[in-house]
């Protein structure tokens, strides 16, 4: 796992700053979302680039594939309450898997470039 910077006082579910290639990106644990609770981290977790309202990095433990979905493979869950983490699912070979939704995991803005702050 790579090195993060702490955010003192950071929302829940934001673990640090990654400096990406000089690019400094919003690390995400998604579990908090989800009413999981967080293990310790270590090498075997992995950190994807999502790119949403912000770009930012979620942190999982592990990723099993990549796969394509075709849109009627696709189904909302309708729950009254927004903001839902997973509003979707896909039907894969007789599988049912809850997709994340990036936006609602994104942080939004938590940091601005020093040329963005006021004086």
Known sequence: MAALTPLPGAPSGV?????LHGTMLVAVDPRPRLGLSA????AQQRLLVVSARTHY????????????????????????A??????WIVRLDG?????????????????????????
């Open 15 to 19: 673990l640090g700053l990654l400096n």
């Open 39 to 42: 293990p310790a981290m270590h």
């Open 95 to 119: 599988e049912v898997i809850p997709v994340l939704s990036p936006e609602v995991l994104d942080p939004g803005p938590i940091v601005r470039p020093a040329s963005e702050r006021a004086p």
């Open 57 to 80: 990095v979620l942190w999982v433990d592990e990723v099993e594939g990549i796969v394509s979905a075709r849109a009627q493979d696709v189904d909302g869950i309708e729950i009254a």
């Open 82 to 87: 927004g903001g839902m983490p997973a509003p």
